[in-house]
């Protein structure tokens, strides 16, 4: 988070707006003093905000449904965050994992509040014999039809290719409801070509063939899934940005990396900050800071294509070190080039 707000920061500094930041200690810490994530009134207290800018939570000892469902999951659902648009794309200097496709640029548009991670019917029986979970899936006409209209929406401005990840083939009755939608919301739009790939195959075709992928639209569990794995193909799932959009803009919309608080590695001072930052250029781009947006993704970009990265791009640079590059390209302006750098 400092890195990458660091980055805001100068970037605010130069191009003349005001950023105020109210940091809050919404962490593991606070549920361990205080027995709660966030205070009851937190939803309310973020809610005059332009953005919220989230840093991964989860500790090893605290259930997931403690850190997660005590505050990442209420801000995606108090505020209808129902999109996760997640994008991947091959920055230079980097290759493809699998493949030796050359370029990687996909947006996946997540429906982010319904389908699996309903909390309708979720429960565990137990204390008998033949104890069980259950959990129902909620897909809505209107849940997934926003969701297709956003990535067909996208889709357009893109250049007029969309698929939809799909299990309509086995026994997930809810999936060939989600084909029906998605294929009516589709005639709104003849000049889009629409696929409809079964999760599964797409998962493989991810991995061996990232360039024919464009706009996926994907369920809320499918879209979780294929983010890590196409941030992975193409580097590291320390680079993945995520925003939780709220399209009507009634309240404010949450921006975070795809990647999770990575104990195995915390406190090491190597983390890739890429993620952060991205996620941090999403948030300006959405506020109408386009210009200092781009400026951001260059900044890292240009750091990466000389050569200079973290441990999981295959580097030497610590979190800081690399941050520090970046602050140092972004305070350089946009002349300076790849190749003066080299
Ligand atoms: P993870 O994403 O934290 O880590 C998976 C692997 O990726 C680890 O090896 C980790 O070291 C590596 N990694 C992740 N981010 C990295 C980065 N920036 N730089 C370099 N390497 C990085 O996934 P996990 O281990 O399954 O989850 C850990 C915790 O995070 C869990 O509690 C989980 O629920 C939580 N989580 C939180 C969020 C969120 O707050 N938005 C998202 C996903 C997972
Ligand atoms: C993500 C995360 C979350 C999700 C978890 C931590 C609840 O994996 O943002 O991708 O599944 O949405
Ligand atoms: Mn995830």
Redesign the pocket.
């Known amino acids: 988070m400092p890195p990458a707000m660091e980055c805001i920061d100068l970037l605010a500094a130069r191009h003349g707006f005001d950023v105020t930041w109210r940091e809050r200690d919404w962490n593991s810490e606070r549920y361990l003093r205080d027995g709660a994530m966030m205070p009851s009134d937190g939803i309310e207290q973020m809610a005059d905000g332009d953005g919220v800018f989230l840093g991964?939570?989860?500790s090893p000892g605290i259930p997931?449904d403690v850190t997660?469902?005590g505050l990442?999951?209420p801000i995606?659902r108090e505020f209808m965050q129902y999109i996760?648009l997640r994008p991947t794309r091959l920055l230079n200097g980097l290759s493809a994992r699998a493949s030796e496709a050359d370029s990687i640029d996909i947006m996946v548009v997540?429906e982010?509040v319904e389908g699996e991670?309903s909390e309708i019917g979720g429960r565990v029986y137990r204390g008998r014999p033949d104890e069980l979970a259950i959990q129902e899936a909620i897909f809505t006409r209107r849940g997934v039809e926003r969701a297709a209209r956003f990535a067909f929406e996208l889709a357009v401005r893109r250049g007029g290719r969309l698929i939809s990840a799909t299990k309509s083939n086995g026994i997930i009755h809810s999936m060939p409801f989600w084909d029906e939608v998605v294929n009516d919301v589709a005639e709104e739009y003849p000049k889009i070509e629409v696929e409809s790939v079964l999760i599964d195959a797409l998962a493989a075709r991810g991995v061996l063939r990232p360039d024919s992928l464009d706009v996926i639209v994907a369920s809320?569990?499918f879209g979780?899934i294929l983010?890590?794995l196409l941030s992975a193909v193409a580097g590291s799932i320390g680079i993945a940005p995520?925003a939780n959009l709220n399209p009507e803009r009634e309240f404010p919309s949450l921006f975070?990396p795809?990647?999770?608080s990575a104990p195995d590695i915390a406190g090491l001072g190597v983390a890739n900050p890429v993620g952060q930052m991205w996620a941090g250029a999403m948030m300006l781009d959405h506020l109408g800071r386009g210009d200092a947006a781009r400026e951001l993704t260059d900044a890292f970009e240009r750091v990466i294509a000389a050569g200079h990265t973290t441990r999981d791009l295959g580097g030497t640079l610590g979190t800081r070190e690399f941050s520090d590059a970046v602050l140092e390209q972004l305070n350089k302006g946009s002349e300076f080039t790849i190749s003066e750098r080299r």
């Open positions: 991964a939570v989860g997931d997660l469902w990442l999951i995606r996760n997540r982010n991670y809320n569990l979780d983010s890590d995520s975070e795809v990647h999770g």
